[in-house]
């Protein structure tokens, strides 16, 4: 591969991480919020899909690492 593609590559490995660590932060404020809920709430519905959402967010972070060290490889 030559240097132009994997400069093209590298500006995207950039974007990838920064949008993992967005990803990361939203998680973060997620849990936040969801410790911050009386506890009426987290055991009820509300507290279930925030749940589900962290699990979500989590396995998106977990996807986009795999692809930024599929990338460094390159």
Do not use: H, W
């Not at 506890?39 to 899909?49: I, K, L, M, Q, V």
């Amino acid at each position: 591969m030559n240097k132009q593609r994997r400069d093209r590559l590298g500006k995207v490995l950039d974007q990838i991480s920064e949008g993992m660590n967005t990803v990361d932060a939203v998680r973060r404020e997620e849990e936040s919020s969801y410790d911050n809920l009386p506890e009426s709430f987290r055991d009820g519905a509300r507290g279930d899909e925030m749940l589900d959402y962290m699990e979500m967010l989590q396995e998106v972070s977990n996807y986009l690492g795999d692809v930024c060290s599929v990338l460094r490889l390159i």
